[in-house]
């Protein structure tokens, strides 16, 4: 009797809690208390509509790679922007050149760097990924590839890019300046934003992320950023975490940044603290040209726990769960207006 009673409170007990664990299924398909995935975080505010699409791939069980294709294809795509893709702001001497990587959860990666005529180069990078024993393809070899590969070629310089570098050409001296783009504006307005990084954990756990941009406004011709760098604008480690950056790519390139944030994840550091030491090993190495620029660099690891640090204020990132949709997230910071 008294095994039968104690048989009959276990089973009610289980029954309860398959009862919660179904609930919790229903409301939040994928979230346990350890781990909070599918998830989809990305670079200052033209992330939150980049999410929106690559929540589209997360919520069916789609992988994380073709989500984060996916989302950054968004702003490559949107004609108001002039730091992403199709509108982006041309070099110095007026062409528009774009960079890009992807990486996925098995270490596999792609990249294109000073590619023209191409509106959309993270799906190039993804091809360059997927189609050749290659990991980068630059300039006229990339554009060639991707006409190749069936992409049609066309011109970007948009009338409201060429008009911008037709007034920069007035004042500039012809030397490109860093973070130009962001003078027009108070440093962390709306305005104050340039590459899309995107990172994704899928259903099953698995990470992917994508970089692109059009890099500084106004560059030398062929000067390529950190963006495209398999290590600096991103990086992928399976085991540990994701990381990306955007801003002044010199100094991402400098320090191996999204690499060194990862392994730094690996030693046990939280997204958040090891964004922040990746930032000041950039403020230990040049600490006047620290307070003049922006670099921020954003984080996952494998629980989904995520975090962010800048240089300067006004970074911002977008996060997408099956609890929060569309919020935008105030990176923290070093400098206030350079101080
Ligand atoms: N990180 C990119 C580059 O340096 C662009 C940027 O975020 O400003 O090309």
Redo the contacts with the bound molecule.
């Keep these: 009797m008294y095994n039968r009673r104690k048989f009959l409170k276990l089973s009610a007990a289980t029954a309860s809690v398959a009862a919660i664990s179904r609930s919790a299924i229903a409301k939040n398909l994928y979230t346990t208390a350890e781990n909070k995935f599918p998830i989809v975080i990305s670079t200052w505010d033209f992330g939150i509509a980049a999410n929106k699409a690559a929540w589209k791939v997360l919520e069916k069980g789609g992988r994380a790679v073709d989500a984060v294709e996916a989302g950054v294809r968004i702003p490559e795509a949107d004609m108001k922007n002039h730091?992403v893709g199709r509108a982006g702001y041309p070099d110095r001497d007026g062409f528009v050149t774009l960079?890009a990587c992807i990486m996925d959860e098995n270490g596999n990666c792609g990249s294109v760097a000073a590619m023209e005529d191409i509106a959309h180069p993270i799906s190039v990078a993804r091809l360059v990924m997927d189609k050749t024993p290659h990991v980068m393809l630059v300039g006229d070899g990339a554009r060639q590839f991707a006409i190749e590969q069936g992409i049609k070629p066309e011109k970007l310089l948009t009338p409201e890019s060429r008009a911008a570098w037709k007034k920069w050409l007035k004042t500039a001296k012809y030397s490109p300046v860093m973070?130009i783009?962001n003078q027009q504006s108070r440093q962390g307005s709306k305005y104050n934003h340039?590459?899309i990084g995107m990172l994704a954990l899928d259903a099953k756990g698995n990470i992917g992320g994508a970089c692109t941009?059009s890099?500084?406004a106004f560059k030398m011709h062929g000067r390529?950023?950190?963006?495209p760098i398999i290590g600096a604008?991103l990086y992928i480690d399976n085991e540990v975490g994701g990381a990306t950056?955007?801003?002044?790519?010199?100094e991402?390139i400098r320090n191996v940044g999204s690499f060194l944030v990862v392994e730094l994840m690996r030693q046990g550091l939280s997204p958040e603290d090891a964004c922040k030491e990746a930032v000041q090993r950039i403020i230990k190495k040049k600490p006047e040209i620290a307070k003049q620029i922006q670099v921020g660099f954003l984080a996952i690891n494998k629980k989904g726990e995520y975090g962010a640090y800048a240089l300067q204020d006004g970074f911002s990132f977008a996060v997408c769960d099956s609890n929060k949709q569309d919020t935008l997230i105030p990176g923290k910071y070093f400098y206030k207006d350079g101080k």
Excluded: I, P, Y
């Design positions: 730091t960079d973070n783009e340039d590459t941009t890099g500084m390529v950023g950190d963006s604008g950056s955007t801003g002044v790519g010199e991402v």
